[in-house]
């Protein structure tokens, strides 16, 4: 099933690029030149990349922001690109404060595959489906969907590399990060101490000291180790193929 989704979108990925994206862009860029009201009034973009913790620190940032409720508009979790915020802003994007979280590809991979299996409201859905039974394990998974990530032919943006959403292209061609603040899920607790600092010194935003733990998944008891033990050696090279601007860019290592 999905083999023949994945060679519509093929098949129409001309039409689509001539004629629909355009149409579908400019509906996007409406909606997120409303962007959330604490964004708008202290200067600050979040970069959300998914299973990096963000939906706890978005959480920690309304709380800290104190708006009434009718503001607290969650449109951040759409996980924007910060291409999408530089072309929404202009030359204003310079005037805001941005940040993001990373995270290695491996285990932010294998925290979406486990998420998707286990959130209960992704049952009765096709992404359970995907997870459960037709790639019923991590190594079926990397092998029959996450090939797709080639052509960003992927059912979630949860599987796209961290770099779609934190990196930009020249006019040169050239890539490179305009992200401000970029701390690591593997030391979240520090750097996110660090990045309490910065808000508070130069936005006056005073995030709460503890950061609040949301949607978690199982594989937060997996190690790297043990997740590269369910990998065959073919799989595993595949992986760094389709992940390799993260581990380049982020200076992660297997």
Known sequence: MYTIYAQWRLAWQPVRERFLSPFIYRITLGRARRLPAHFLHYRILFIHVPRTGGT??????????????HLQWKEDALHLPVHFYLRTLGKAYTHFFSFAFVRHPLTRIY???CYFREAKQFQNTWLRWLTREYAPTFDAFIRKVLI???????????FLPQTYFLQVVSSSGAHFCPVHFIGRYESLTEDYQRLRQILYQHRQIRLPEALPHENASSAQNVSLAQIKAMLSMQNLRLFLTLYQSDFITFGYTL
């Open 111 to 113: 925290s979406a595959y």
């Open 148 to 158: 797709g990530v080639r052509h960003q032919l992927v059912p979630a943006p949860a």
């Open 56 to 69: 706890s620190l978005a959480a920690s940032l309304l709380k800290a922001c104190h708006l009434p409720q």
